[in-house]
């Protein structure tokens, strides 16, 4: 490749790069700081909803209708999300998730690749993973009011308080966990 031609891709980068910094009042190093809090959250949603799903996908025993129900519901719910928080994060001129890959450079919600899962485990395992959930969401919700962006904060406090109800309803469905075989 030529200078020339390095320079010209170089340029198109950049420009390119510039045109999806959507015009906002907020200070570049705002919008930095709420995009590095947001796209984890939007990676470990992905996470979630594709654990869920193969919960849903991959369940059996006395419980299978009900629980079938309630993981696509929850997964459901995880999905749209998604593109709440990464339509915030291109609102205020940051960028989002572009791929797999980077879903798991991101995520903290670890998969689950077992080939089987008791229904007892996997109703504990999504209850931790939307503690887990709660408690990023209220820490993004502080760096979003920090950086005086409180139409994202409204919308991750939206996200926290079905994050809890879905734990609520996990939490206690696996207090009768003699029951969910």
């Known amino acids: 490749m030529t200078t020339k031609e390095r320079v010209s891709s170089s340029t198109k980068t950049t420009r390119s790069a510039s045109q999806l910094a959507t015009v906002t009042d907020l200070k570049p190093e705002e919008v930095r700081a709420i995009t ?14 594709v654990k869920t799903k193969n919960y849903h996908w991959h369940l059996s025993g006395s419980h299978f209708r009900e629980y079938h129900l309630l993981f696509d519901t929850h997964a459901e719910e995880i999905l749209a999300s998604i593109d709440l928080m990464a ?11 572009r791929s797999i890959s980077h879903i798991h450079q991101l995520q903290s919600v670890q998969d689950d690749n077992d080939d089987f899962v008791p229904p007892a485990q996997m109703l504990h395992n999504l209850m931790q993973d939307n503690v887990s959930s709660a408690t990023k969401y209220r820490a993004a919700i502080e760096i979003c009011d920090k950086n005086r962006d409180a139409a994202t904060s409204n919308v991750l406090q939206d996200l926290l ?10 939490f206690e469905i696996v207090q009768g966990e003699n029951n969910t075989q």
């Open 36 to 49: 590095d809090t947001v796209n984890p959250l939007i990676a470990d949603s992905f996470a979630l909803y």
């Open 87 to 97: 339509e915030r994060v291109r609102r205020i001129g940051g960028t989002t998730i």
């Open 161 to 170: 308080d079905q994050a809890e109800r879905r734990k609520w309803f996990l």
